[in-house]
């Protein structure tokens, strides 16, 4: 990619990202200046994120696994956990798609949060295998019933780890698919359906729509490049500057998507077999992994599995499952759970959504639509930083750990102007 054309493509940004600063200046949302986010200083929304899923970073947190029986659970739900030894704020971390709670991630917001003095609780994503397996729940996809099961779980961990005579507040932190989860049980909470009370609520990255980011990362995927190919060039990129290389944006996409999709199709393999005799009893359609006694079965599921992107999950696992348990869970309702605009409507003035505006998960416009929205004086704007890929910078330790300061984001921006 020639000089010419990366400017032009700088310029584009630049001029996107001021004409979303003015509608956010407009309807009375936050925004980022770019000195705020100086120790981030990749401009590309895609580059911000692939090389942010390769920081592992040096600090190390010092939570300890414990197990939890939660009602309705069919097996004990392992955890990690912070306690400290006087009365603190509970911060829950709610972790992406099919995260595990022992990833770079949290750990490194557990260990800020650590030494700030503060409980910590974060458990496996909802979507991921182990927590399915201990929960049982059904397929993995209703952000509502979803939302409900991590209050049983910040619950369990109340009463069965001496916790709740510690806690003096509860925040909930969420990350990508995590964001949208804690943006449901701030709904929950402004209903008074959770066992407790939220004190402060933050959405990291939670996708603007999420049936438009199913759109963008089945978009994205491709064969034009091999695995081998896309991990000998991004694994292990350098943040610091300066970095002579560029990358052609399809490329980056790819990778961006065949990262997703490689923990799909275990996914998909794995929902498949654990509920197939619950869908077959529904009398609801099934995707069709192969069965029966093929020495070569394994394999076999998960090639059929690999050719299958978000949209087949979506609309062959997760609508036909909740249809088939309340006739009310269409894909439409399924899929309004994960409107951001239509959710932060419906939360109170302790919710505060984070994002990017040049995260690539979202659709070109949907920030500058969310911003139009009633909900628009909940959401903080950065200027860069892509999809979490701002993770590890200053402004994200301040805006954590200044969740419980009285409507402030931690860096003395007002967040109900």
């Known amino acids: 990619m020639g000089r010419?054309?990366?400017?032009?493509?700088q310029s584009n940004l630049t001029m996107a990202f001021c004409a979303v600063a003015l509608l956010v200046t407009s309807v009375s949302a936050s925004t980022v200046s770019d000195k705020d986010l100086a120790d981030h200083p990749w401009q590309d929304g895609l580059y911000s994120t692939i090389t942010g899923a390769f920081v592992v970073p040096d600090a190390k947190p010092g939570c300890k696994e414990m197990k939890l029986k939660v009602p309705g659970f069919k097996k004990d739900l392992k955890v990690r956990a912070s306690l400290r030894g006087g009365k603190a704020p509970l911060v829950v971390i709610l972790n992406g798609t099919f995260g595990r709670a022992d990833n770079n991630f949290a750990n490194l917001w557990t260990a800020w949060l650590e030494e700030a003095g503060q409980h910590v609780l974060?458990?496996?994503?909802?979507?991921?295998?182990?927590?399915?397996e201990a929960s049982r729940h059904g397929v993995p996809g209703n952000l509502d019933f979803e939302a409900r099961l991590a209050g049983k779980v910040v619950e369990a961990f109340l009463q069965q780890s001496g916790a709740r005579a510690k806690v003096s507040k509860i925040g909930v932190v969420g990350i990508s698919y995590g964001g949208t989860l804690a943006l449901?049980?701030?709904?929950?909470?402004?209903?008074?359906?959770?066992?407790?009370?939220?004190?402060?609520?933050?959405a990291y990255s939670a996708p603007v729509s999420f049936a438009e980011s199913i759109r963008k990362l089945d978009g994205y995927y491709s064969f034009d490049f091999t695995k081998v190919e896309l991990f000998k060039t991004f694994y292990n990129l350098p943040r610091?500057?300066?970095?002579?290389?560029?990358?052609?944006?399809?490329?980056?996409e790819c990778a961006l998507a065949r990262a997703f999709r490689e923990d799909l199709k275990e996914a998909i393999d794995f929902v498949?077999?654990?509920?197939?005799?619950?869908?077959?009893?529904?009398?609801?359609?099934?995707?069709?992994?192969?069965?029966?006694?093929?020495?070569?079965?394994?394999?076999?599921?998960?090639?059929?599995?690999?050719?299958?992107?978000?949209?087949?999950?979506f609309g062959g696992l997760v609508v036909p499952y909740w249809k088939s348990v309340d006739a009310r869970n269409t894909a439409e309702r399924l899929l309004g759970y994960g409107e951001m605009a239509d959710v932060l409507a419906q939360t109170g003035s302790n919710v505060r959504a984070i994002l990017a505006a040049n995260d690539p998960l979202n659709a070109d416009g949907s920030v500058a639509g969310l911003l139009k929205s009633s909900a628009a004086d909940k959401v903080t704007v950065l200027p860069r930083g892509g999809h979490m890929g701002y993770f590890d910078a200053k402004w994200t330790r301040a805006s954590l750990l200044g969740m419980f300061d009285g409507g402030m984001d931690g860096t003395g921006i007002a967040l109900n102007r």
Not at 279 to 300: F, Q, Y
């Open 240 to 252: 610091e500057l300066p970095v002579t290389r560029s990358f052609e944006a399809r490329k980056m």
């Open 122 to 132: 974060t458990f496996d994503s909802v979507m991921s295998k182990g927590f399915v």
């Open 184 to 202: 449901q049980m701030a709904r929950l909470d402004q209903e008074g359906a959770l066992p407790f009370k939220l004190d402060a609520v933050r």
């Open 272 to 313: 498949d077999g654990t509920f197939d005799a619950d869908l077959k009893r529904m009398g609801a359609p099934r995707i069709g992994l192969p069965t029966g006694d093929s020495p070569n079965l394994r394999e076999e599921r998960i090639s059929y599995a690999e050719a299958m992107n978000f949209g087949h999950y």
């Open 4 to 9: 010419t054309k990366m400017k032009t493509i």
